[in-house]
């Protein structure tokens, strides 16, 4: 079989497809088409957990999962943090957690782009696999909060998540961080 397109590639690629649909969802007056991004969202984020699962079950890991899989995390988490800030789900002070998650990604994007020309590998931790779930759980809830006609209960979950979530991305690119300053 051809290592690209494996199952759990294939099960990457359509994620990444997806993003641009959710997103597009996302901005529709109608609450119904929202709770389809919802879902859209959430299968998105399981699927994320099932294609390495399977990647190692079917022995079936590529270089182009390995590299492709935490794109397609980092793409659908920021583009959709990305569009809630715009359509002003998170807005005002939760504005500062959506922040402390992006610049993580990208700070620790840069930090293993830089380790790898020191051929130093930056394993993924079990805390940033926390981390992605907790993101992925608290933007679900936040979706699900502009589907029920911005629900105030559901909402305030989403953002109590979104706080845990930022938490969680500070002390998981600390581990990251210090590996980057022993090579540096």
Do not use: C
């Amino acid at each position: 079989m051809n290592k690209k397109l494996t199952i759990p590639n294939i099960i990457t690629f359509v994620r990444i497809i997806l993003i641009p649909l959710i997103l597009y969802l996302l901005f529709s007056d109608d609450p119904k088409i929202v709770l389809i991004a919802g879902l859209l969202f959430i299968i998105s984020s399981v699927s994320d957990f099932f294609d390495g699962y399977l990647a190692r079950t079917l022995n079936q890991t590529s270089k182009l999962g390995i590299l492709l899989d935490p794109i397609a995390d980092k793409l659908l988490i920021a583009s959709v943090i990305i569009v809630l800030i715009e359509t002003r789900v998170i807005s005002e002070i939760h504005v500062i957690p959506a922040i402390i998650i992006l610049l993580r990604e990208i700070a620790i994007s840069g930090l293993r782009e830089f380790l790898a020309n020191y051929n130093q590998k930056v394993p993924v931790t079990n805390l940033a696999k926390i981390k992605t779930t907790i993101q992925m759980i608290s933007l679900s809830i936040l979706i699900l909060s502009m589907g029920y006609d911005f629900n105030n209960t559901i909402w305030n979950a989403g953002l109590i998540t979104l706080w845990l979530s930022a938490i969680i991305t500070i002390f998981s690119g600390y581990s990251y961080i210090k590996k980057g300053l022993k090579v540096i």
